[in-house]
């Protein structure tokens, strides 16, 4: 483990997207980096596809062996939206990240430019405004699987932050135990999870992650309500099922021994700030180190392919 700075200010938007509008979620992240920055964020980190939203609950008419020809304007529409790695909107967060000097943390659904397959995806930004990365889902959850493909490339990217080194799992592949293991060997400090999950065993996971991986748990999760979905989709039936409020949030952050740093925000668009001493991630591995003195290598070993 190198030497890092040995604090991070850190600020999770738990913010509500503009569903099914890239360029109005693209605004409104430039606008909240503005915010963060000025209460001396160094490190912004957004939810699960804030970029143009997550279409829970929508089938877009897909059903076994049928498909609804009323709602291909609906799929057209969020493949429209979803944005291409690079393009203009990654052009407009990264100078936002410059202009602020921050590190940002970007979920999105991408267009593949060549194919047109969607992709559950997180940005990693630089201060100097440099697109670090782009981390595709690894499988896409449940029905995800009729809108987003399974990732292709750059399964487990991380950052070299100031802080030690950053990785992101976007929402249940952090319950695929090799997956998670893969992170750990690359020594992850800032463990980032954008989600959609606002259950209380989801808590449970978050905490177990952080005490299990001796990092930082970043659990970032949006707030949003049916009223926010846009009036044109052809699926009443399917809003109608949904509760007043679909994503309740619950963002927070957790410590290395699986403590909340920032208890869990609830029913409500916020940005939760918090300053991170570093040092407790090397202090917590003094018993305990996932994949160092604690591993077995003679016994257990794990194969990724990862570019």
Known sequence: MRDCKKSCRIAVAQAAPVMFD?????EKALRLIREAASNGAELIVFPELFIPGYPYGLTFGFTVGHRDERMRGDWARYAANSILVPGPETEALCAAARE???WLSVGVSERDAATGTLYN???????????????RKLKPTGAERVVWGDANRAYFPVA???WGVMGAMICWKSYMPLARAALYEKGV??????????????QATVRHIALEGRCYFI????????????DWLHAPGELAALPETVCRGGSCIVDPYGHYVTEPLWD?????????????????RMEFDPCGHYSRPDVLRLDVLDE
């Open 22 to 26: 890239a360029a109005a979620c693209t």
């Open 100 to 102: 602020s000097g921050v």
């Open 121 to 135: 995806s997180n940005l990693f930004i630089t201060p100097e405004g440099e697109l670090h990365s782009c981390h």
């Open 160 to 162: 070299e932050t100031p």
């Open 189 to 202: 400090a800032l463990y980032v999870s954008p989600n959609t999950n606002d259950n209380e065993e989801w």
């Open 219 to 230: 659990n970032c999760n949006m707030f949003f309500t049916r009223d926010m979905y846009p």
């Open 268 to 284: 409500r668009e916020g940005i939760i700030y918090a300053r991170l001493d570093m040092d407790a991630v090397a202090a917590s």
